[in-house]
């Protein structure tokens, strides 16, 4: 299969492929071997020609009234979002939402392996969830270079948001997963993704509440 | 304070508008009267201009360099966004992320109760977590009447979303806050505000696999 590296693709399309990979599974697992791009177009209600231009994003080529090989299309969008190389990730914060993460056992399939966590009550220093041991913030230097930790994963409150994402910073991470309401200030080659849980909502009750208005 | 009633805000604003809020309640909380669309901004390293923007879509009035009253800003963005009216809202999915959500008690200041629960496995039928107690699915559309729910959160695995979607569609449900990695039909009648994880990784994936190449 053809395959060229590229690196600058449409952040749209980068958000989009990963819809398309549980409905590629899904038909491996039917024994499918082959499917085009109008099929997957109407199974999400997407237009055809965006979804031909998001899978010719990853460089898997298809061939015309056939389709796609599913296997190999599978294999170049993980390759492409870096799901098939496992990056290491520390996860601070082990409240409500960091305990849930720390459990999620799928991560990875999405390419992430949470290998350490920190938390600030003396009393969780050293539990174990999944393959995660809980350390103090002030171990998180060396935990960083020994387990060749990539991700950094925010899951403390507010307030503390920035403070833990210096240390990352400082520590040599080169990604933050963010789940805090806040906009975070950090160096240029740090990069930052957001999943903002209060904005989200905010949509939705917004909508809710002024629909009828 | 004027404020006038404006359903149609641009979404960046409403995405933006719940990140100004806890600046806001710490300033209130440390005993402050007044603050700037440039204080404001420089905190998060916006443009004052978009910050200007994103506060005059709420209706609060300012005043020229003394700025808003910060109480009175946090009502109308609190108004705004719906979050001081309560509405109910039913869980579907017991899982990790779904404990978590059940058990975080914040939702409340940001418009939401959830008040009732609903998963697959017999033997959690019963349990209470928080004020939402779980029920079986086939119980939906008359809790729904009951409890007088609008929103459905969805936090089942991706092959079962679009059948609960579909039971909270005939439930009567209004908008819906979708987790699993699924892009659902609906009808025109029913909002629905995706939180994709999936998604949101992939973009920090994407970017940490393929900066260096």
Redesign the interface.
């Known amino acids: 299969m053809a395959r060229k590296?590229n690196?600058h693709?449409p952040?749209p399309s980068?958000?989009?492929?990963?819809?398309y990979?549980?409905l590629l599974r899904?038909e491996l697992a039917k024994g499918r071997e082959r499917i085009s791009c109008s099929t997957i177009a109407t199974q999400?209600?997407?237009d055809p020609t965006q979804v031909r231009k998001d899978l010719a994003a990853t460089g898997a080529v298809g061939t015309a009234r056939v389709g796609f090989k599913i296997d190999e299309l599978l294999h170049a969008i993980e390759d492409?979002?870096?799901?098939r190389?496992l990056?290491n990730a520390v996860l601070i914060g082990v409240g409500?939402?960091g305990?849930?993460l720390l459990?999620?056992k799928a991560?990875k399939h999405?390419?992430?392996s949470i290998v350490a966590a920190i938390d600030s009550s003396e009393e969780k220093i050293g539990w174990e969830i999944e393959e995660a041991r809980i350390y103090r913030l002030e171990d998180l230097v060396t935990i960083v270079k020994e387990k060749n930790i990539?991700?950094g994963i925010i899951t403390v409150p507010?307030?503390a948001a920035q403070e833990v994402a210096d240390y990352l910073c400082e520590a040599g991470i080169?990604?933050i997963?963010n789940f805090a309401?806040?906009?975070l200030?950090k160096p240029d080659t740090v990069?930052i993704?957001?999943?903002?849980?209060?904005?989200?909502?905010?949509?939705?009750?917004?909508?809710?509440?002024?629909?009828n208005?």
Chains 1, 2 share one sequence.
């Open positions: 590296k690196s693709i952040e980068v958000r989009r492929l990963p819809l990979v549980p899904d999400y209600g997407f492409l979002l870096g799901w190389r990056k409500n939402l305990h849930a459990n999620y991560f999405y390419g992430i990539e991700i507010a307030p080169k990604g997963w309401p806040v906009v200030q990069f993704e957001n999943v903002q849980l209060s904005t989200s909502l905010a949509v939705l009750t917004n909508h809710l509440e002024h629909q208005t």
